[in-house]
């Protein structure tokens, strides 16, 4: 890492539905957190939510995370790739089941419109499975102007729930069998 690379915060929605979905977030914060380029900094509850999009499948675990990072947004997307990878994510369709997925969802000073990366994620303020979790510790955080929490009052998020109030839930190694 270069002494010169400015520390920026981003953000990201976690979530899954196979497998041990809790266990696979908390492995991918935990292999966030060890990197010399990245430290999370702040992670929502855990929420159990139902699906949306493809409504047809179990229910999800959710969550969001800010890191403190000094990649760019597009090097974040890749590494978060990769753990997503490493995590036998497989993308068989659009909203389907899977076991871990990443989403970047803000980027300090950074708006993003290419075809692999949006920022801010382009549907996250239709989202109350992204919004309530984010909320959590970014209710003031403004997304295509209007803060998180404003976005969240008009949201809908009926079915979510909080599975775990604890915001250290991923930091629990005897909660869940890890991968890393």
């Known amino acids: ?8 915060c981003a953000t990201l929605g976690l979530g899954g539905n196979i497998g041990y979905p ?14 010399p380029d990245c430290r999370v900094t702040a992670v929502s509850r855990l929420y159990r939510t139902p699906p949306w999009g493809k409504t047809d499948q179990d229910w999800f675990f959710n ?34 089941p899977r076991t ?11 708006n993003v419109a290419g075809d692999r990366l949006q920022l801010p994620h382009p549907r ?5 499975f992204v919004l309530m ?6 209710a003031d955080l403004e997304v295509a102007g209007s803060t998180v929490g404003e976005w969240l009052a008009d ?15 991923w930091r629990d190694r005897n909660a869940a069998p890890h991968q890393f």
């Open 100 to 110: 871990i997925d990443i989403d970047l969802l803000t980027f300090e000073g950074a």
């Open 155 to 169: 949201a809908d998020v009926s079915g979510i729930e909080v599975a775990d109030e604890r915001a250290d839930w």
């Open 1 to 8: 890492m270069s002494p010169n690379r400015k520390w920026r």
């Open 22 to 35: 809790r266990g696979a977030m908390a492995d991918a914060l935990l292999a966030l957190d060890e990197r």
């Open 124 to 128: 996250m303020t239709d989202r109350g």
């Open 133 to 138: 979790p984010l909320a959590d510790f970014a």
């Open 63 to 96: 969550a969001c995370a800010a890191v403190e990072t000094t990649l760019d947004p597009e090097a974040l997307l890749e590494v978060c790739l990769e753990i997503e990878r490493v995590m036998k994510r497989v993308r068989k369709e659009r909203w389907g």
